[in-house]
């Protein structure tokens, strides 16, 4: 009887030991991931430290089960855990005598487990496709599907990929110049007129420098030229079809086409941010906010960085998302004036930042509710002379001045200002409702039956 006491008390002991030495179980397998700039060691490295992530999480992004945080945000964060991703890709280029050697690892955020890890040795011309061999690797080691290599957007020339990558460099590296970027692309495509990808990249550079208060007729004309060609090359690939949608509703003032090339973009690729929230702006430019909120919701977790930024901001206001949470009291303010509670609204505008001309314009509103005039008349005054002219516009109609508002929306107009998308958004602008020149630009930019 001892005996057999003794014997189950051992066996008891094993069965403990082997249960505490069990291994932990793996972390489910990631549903988001961030790419972070790669480490770099010496000669070409250093430039492919940040092209190489860009592409990596661009080609990604096309996995619909896959969040992929976009690369404006997880190649400029100083603080990786902000990115609120579940894995990070992360990895290290060295030149070894012409050789490149590139270790890959999937580590989860709070550290200390890895799905994957490899070191791969790649000659310069080889890193032409090295990008969708590494998101293939990564889609293994998280259980998905490898996303489709975008083949007819490569090219052959190494000197002409050598260029695109100065561009994404120049683009996606903190203080980079968007400058230098164009012209890297510009030149990229020079070389390879069939650079697919190359194109996509330059539209997407023009565009965003098209988006400042003043651009020129070239540049618009280059836009249009370069995200054409990026489409017609490849109309496989969701990023040439969100830009080119951009275009058409920004700047052609078509945005029933625009919808459908933005719907595509987001079809093929599901993870692209820009995709989303230019769709989430036409919705709501478009009379549709309720729709375009859940639109611009995915573009913010795509890009938590942009999230808290100025033009994230900027749309909430002229969508009239006031109840979603913001660290400015301008939201709640508005959010009052609009109930008619206007010793509130004057009340938490005491804490209220205006740092751009749309805060500014609806702080002037609020005080203009409340009765203060002369406070009203003193934000509107206060627009900078270099703003858009729909945001100057907005400021004569505050200022009762019909026709000097008039006359700046003819400017933007005729300068193809991308504000004008805005204009059924703007409460400033509703004395102007019942002129008919205000309902010919109406017209011109496509609101006239929103």
Not at 388 to 402: H, I, Y
Request: glycine content about 6%; aromatic content about 6%.
């Amino acid at each position: 009887m001892a005996r057999a006491k003794v014997k189950d008390f051992l066996i008891l002991c094993l069965l403990v030991s082997a249960a505490c030495g069990r291994p932990k179980p793996p972390p489910a397998a990631p549903d988001s991931v961030a790419v972070l700039p790669f480490t770099a060691e010496g000669g070409q490295a250093d430039l492919i430290a940040v092209a190489l992530p860009a592409e990596i999480a661009a080609s990604l992004a096309a996995i619909p089960q896959l969040r992929v945080i976009a690369p404006e945000s997880s190649l400029r964060a100083a603080r990786p855990e902000t990115l609120h991703a579940a894995a990070f890709l992360a990895g290290s280029i060295a030149d070894r005598n012409g050789l490149l050697k590139i270790t890959v690892r999937l580590g989860n955020a709070a550290g200390g487990f890895e799905w994957g890890r490899e070191t791969l040795s790649r000659a310069p011309a080889e890193m032409i496709r090295v990008h969708d061999q590494i998101a293939a690797m990564a889609a293994g080691w998280m259980h998905l599907p490898a996303p489709r290599p975008q083949l007819r957007s490569i090219t052959s020339d190494l000197d002409a990929y050598t260029l695109f990558q100065k561009g994404l460099e120049q683009r996606y590296r903190p203080h980079g110049s968007l400058d230098a970027a164009i012209a890297f692309q510009e030149q990229a495509v020079q070389r390879d007129a069939y650079f697919a990808r190359a194109y996509q990249r330059l539209a997407e550079a023009l565009l965003e420098k098209a988006k400042a208060p003043t651009r020129s007729r070239d540049l618009l004309d280059r836009l249009r030229a370069a995200s054409k060609r990026a489409l017609d090359l490849n109309p496989e690939a969701g990023a040439a079809h969100a830009v080119y949608g951009e275009v058409m509703h920004l700047f052609d003032w078509r945005p029933a086409d625009a919808s459908l090339h933005l719907r595509d973009a987001i079809r093929l690729q599901p993870g692209n941010a820009k995709a989303h929230l230019a769709y989430a702006v036409l919705l709501i430019a478009s009379g549709r906010p309720a729709e375009g909120a859940g639109s611009l919701a995915t573009a913010a977790q795509l890009d938590p960085l942009a999230a808290t930024g100025p033009e994230f901001l900027c749309i909430r206001l002229l969508a009239g998302l006031f109840d979603q949470p913001s660290n400015n009291p301008l939201f709640e303010a508005v959010s009052e004036s609009n109930a008619g509670n206007y010793a509130k609204a004057v009340d938490l505008m005491q804490g209220a930042a205006d740092r751009e001309p749309v805060e500014t314009l609806f702080a002037a509103m609020v005080y203009r509710g409340a009765g203060r005039l002369e406070k009203a008349t003193e934000l509107a005054a206060s627009i900078p002379p270099s703003s858009s002219p729909v945001w100057l516009a907005c400021a004569r109609a505050l200022l009762n001045d019909k026709t000097a508002a008039l006359r700046l929306l003819d400017r933007a107009v005729d300068e193809r200002d991308p504000q004008l998308i805005w204009l059924k958004r703007l409460p400033m602008l509703t004395p102007l409702e019942a002129d008919p020149h205000y309902r010919g630009i109406l017209d011109k930019t496509g609101l006239g039956n929103n």
